[in-house]
Every structure is written in structure tokens, then in C-alpha cells.
């Protein structure tokens, strides 16, 4: 097959793989997009949303639906490294074995992430950035597809730790749930208040998300996009010469190189599920604010006058 025809049938199956969410999944049409896009172009997802938009239920979903294991780590102040990462035991034989710990799976829900302390959110740094783990000196690698997908509630500061930078430039998207609307609620509450289980089935196997991971890696990008999305991120950074009032006067620190990485990948998987064969500039606008919202830090004027992370990323557009 070639590639022409695979991103033909990958746009198909990403329209079938919506509408099969979509039958557990109310609204959230941009968030659901968005954590299909960092599927297909092997990146990791930061969900952010107050308590009771359906976090947990989507990315089991999605994990149903792509046909992947999966495991759930419920974050919290005692969690241990080895919680994560696993444990060496005494077998019965007097010789050290490897018990692995739930990090070993294709999809890790790490819920409410901001609840554990930096030395625990930092034994997820290695595995989603390298694919692999070590304990006691051994290197364990990660099956693939490998995708880390978090979620935070913004409202709660009390008993959370905020994620280091590091750990957030790690994640493709930072996608922000809001409230849903009035006829979406009016669906949602009737369609969860009855005796009716809804029977999900798989649309892609482990190894089809490689092939279309590779196919995304693949779509030739033209220069000027690159360089696009290259002076985009560069104009985030308020030491750069030339860059905008907006950011010189409520930017701290911009966002660095794997911010555009990221853009161009997700922008090459945006482009492919909406049937083009190149991504264009508008395809890295329209993935812009989830690659950069998390990567740009405001200062304390922007703070006292209510200037959002939005509001700059909306002006630099």
C-alpha cells in the first residue's frame, strides 16, 4: 500500500475511531481530537479539567477502542517510585527478580499526576521520553506504542506539586477541558442515568498505531512551514530580539525546541486526518494552542492583570 492510499484509509478510521468515542464520550470533540493526534504522532497528552468532565472515562475509552493495554495510576501523596516502576524481590531461589510495576502497559493513565511529590512524577520522566526505565542499575525497555496520558485538576492547589517544566515539556498536548453545554449535559445525564452498557470495539491493533506513526513521520513538510512554526515558538521567548510587546512585558520564559518539534508533528497528523498529503501553516495554527500552552511561563504582571496563557498564544497568531 502506498502512502497516498494509507493516509486516505487512516483518515476513515479516524473518523470511524470519533464516532465510536463519541458513543461513550458526550461532546469534548476538540479534546478527543487532540489526544488521537498525539497518538498518531507517538507524543504524550496532559488533561486538564475541574472534577467530573469524564478525564478517567475518555482515556479508558480511547485505550478501548485502539486495542492497547492499559493500566491506571491513581497519583497520591505516599506513592513511591517503585509503585510505578516496579520492585526487585528474594525469590524463593535467593536471586534477585524484576516484579514489573504498572508503567509496563501501551496507554498509562496517570490521574491527577499534580498529587504525587516532584521525586515520584519524576520516575515517569525516563520512561516518556526514552521508552524505558531503570531500576537497580538495569534498563528495561518499553512496549510500544507507549503513550503517557495525565490529567490535572486545576482548581485544587492545596496537597498538589506543581509539575516540574521539564516533565510538562514532555507532554505534545496540554488540552483543557471546559463544562459542556446545555444539550450535551442533557445528553450526558440521560444516556448515564439507565441500565444500558455500551460494548466498544477495537479499531486499530499495537501494530497498525506503529505503521501510522511512521506514516505521520513521513509526510514531506515544506520549508516555509518548518520555518513558520520555528519563528512561532521563538517568538515566545521574550529575550529573543524582535519579539512582541505582549511577550516582553508578560512572558517569563518561552518555550524551546521540542515545542517546535511537536508542532510540526502534530501538525503533520492533523493535516493527514483532514485528507491532505502536506501540512500547511494553518494546519500549525490549528494545533498551536495545545502544543504551547503548557510551554510558555507568564510572570506576575500578567498574574495581577489576568493576562492568560491564551490571550498571549491568541496574540502571536
Do not use: C
Not at 468532565?53 to 493500566?71: C, E, S, W, Y
Not at 516540574?164 to 448515564?192: C, H, N, W
Amino acid at each position: 500500500m502506498s502512502d497516498v492510499e494509507a493516509l486516505k484509509k487512516l483518515q476513515k478510521r479516524h473518523q470511524f475511531l470519533r464516532n465510536q468515542i463519541g458513543r461513550v464520550i458526550i461532546g469534548q470533540k476538540e479534546a478527543i481530537d487532540e489526544i488521537l493526534l498525539s497518538v498518531y504522532a507517538a507524543g504524550h497528552a496532559l488533561l486538564i479539567g475541574v472534577p467530573g468532565l469524564a478525564k478517567t472515562l475518555m482515556i479508558r475509552t480511547v485505550a478501548d477502542v485502539l486495542g492497547l493495554d492499559f493500566k491506571r495510576i491513581q497519583f497520591t501523596p505516599d506513592l513511591m517510585p517503585s509503585d510505578i516502576l516496579g520492585n526487585e524481590i528474594l525469590d524463593a531461589n535467593r536471586e534477585f527478580r524484576f516484579i514489573k510495576g504498572p508503567v509496563f502497559a501501551n496507554i498509562i493513565l496517570a490521574d491527577e499526576i499534580n498529587r504525587t511529590p516532584p521525586k515520584t512524577q519524576a520516575a515517569l520522566l525516563e520512561a516518556m521520553q526514552e521508552k524505558s526505565v531503570t531500576v537497580s542499575g538495569k534498563r528495561y525497555e518499553l512496549q510500544s506504542p507507549y503513550f503517557v496520558l495525565a490529567t490535572q485538576n486545576p482548581i485544587e492547589q492545596e496537597g498538589t506539586y506543581p509539575l516540574p517544566e521539564a516533565q510538562l515539556d514532555r507532554f505534545m498536548f496540554a488540552i483543557e477541558l471546559g463544562y459542556p453545554s446545555f444539550e450535551e449535559e442533557v445528553a450526558v445525564v440521560k444516556s448515564t442515568t439507565i441500565d444500558k452498557e455500551i460494548k466498544l470495539s477495537p479499531v486499530f491493533s499495537a501494530e497498525e498505531i506503529i505503521a501510522v506513526q511512521h506514516l505521520v513521520r513521513r509526510i514531506p513538510v515544506a520549508d516555509n512551514v518548518v520555518e513558520y512554526a520555528v519563528r512561532l515558538v521563538g517568538s515566545t521567548r521574550p529575550g529573543s530580539s524582535g519579539v512582541a510587546e505582549i511577550v516582553k512585558e508578560y512572558v517569563d520564559w518561552g518555550a524551546g525546541p521540542r515545542a517546535s518539534q511537536n508542532l510540526v508533528l502534530a501538525a503533520k497528523a492533523y493535516a493527514a486526518v483532514h485528507g491532505k498529503f502536506s501540512p500547511d501553516i494553518e494546519d500549525v495554527k490549528a494545533v498551536a494552542m495545545g502544543v504551547l500552552r503548557h510551554r510558555v511561563v507568564k510572570n506576575y504582571k500578567a498574574e495581577a492583570e489576568n493576562i492568560s496563557i491564551e490571550d498571549i498564544v491568541k496574540a502571536l497568531l
